[in-house]
C-alpha cells in the first residue's frame, strides 16, 4: 500500500512561511492525485489543496488561495504545499493523501474532499502565533 509521510510542520509567526513536504514510498505517485487537507481542534478536516498527477491541474480553498501554492516532483516522488502569509486561523494538523487518478483528477473547481482519497499520512502540525 501507499506509504506518505508529510514533514515541514513547526511553528512560526503570522505572516511567516513554511513549506511542507509529502513523501511517498512503495509506489511511483505518477498516477496519484495528491490532496492536502487540514484539521483543526474541534474542527472537522476540511481539504485544503490538490494537484493532478501530472501536475498541470491544481485547486484551492477560498481561504487559502493566493497564499498557498501546491506543486510535485514525481523523479523525488514528492508534493509540496508551500504556505505564505500564515495566520492564525491556519493553524491544524496538516495530511497529505492520495487518490488514484481513475477515482479524482482535481480537474474540477472545488477543493478536495475526504471520501476520494484512499491513502493518507500520519499528520504534521502547523502552529501560527506570535
Known amino acids: 500500500q501507499l506509504q506518505l509521510v508529510e514533514s515541514g510542520g513547526g511553528l512560526v509567526q503570522p505572516g511567516g512561511s513554511l513549506r511542507l513536504s509529502c513523501a511517498a514510498s512503495?509506489?511511483?505517485?505518477?498516477?496519484?492525485?495528491i490532496g492536502w487537507f487540514r484539521q483543526a481542534p474541534g474542527k472537522e478536516r476540511e481539504g485544503v489543496s490538490c494537484?493532478?498527477?501530472?501536475?498541470?491541474?491544481?485547486n484551492y480553498a477560498d481561504s487559502v488561495k493566493g497564499r498557498f501554492t501546491i506543486s510535485r516532483d514525481n523523479a523525488k516522488n514528492t508534493v509540496y504545499l508551500q504556505m505564505n502569509s500564515l495566520k492564525p486561523e491556519d493553524t491544524a494538523v496538516y495530511y497529505c493523501?492520495?487518490?488514484?487518478?481513475?477515482?479524482?483528477?482535481?480537474?474540477?473547481?472545488?477543493?478536495?474532499?475526504?471520501?476520494?482519497?484512499?491513502?493518507w499520512g500520519q499528520g504534521t502540525q502547523v502552529t501560527v502565533s506570535s
Open positions: 512503495r509506489f511511483t505517485l505518477d498516477y496519484y492525485t
Open positions: 493523501a492520495a487518490a488514484r487518478v481513475t477515482r479524482y483528477s482535481c480537474s474540477g473547481y472545488a477543493p478536495p474532499v475526504q471520501a476520494d482519497f484512499g491513502s
Open positions: 494537484i493532478s498527477s501530472s501536475g498541470g491541474s491544481t
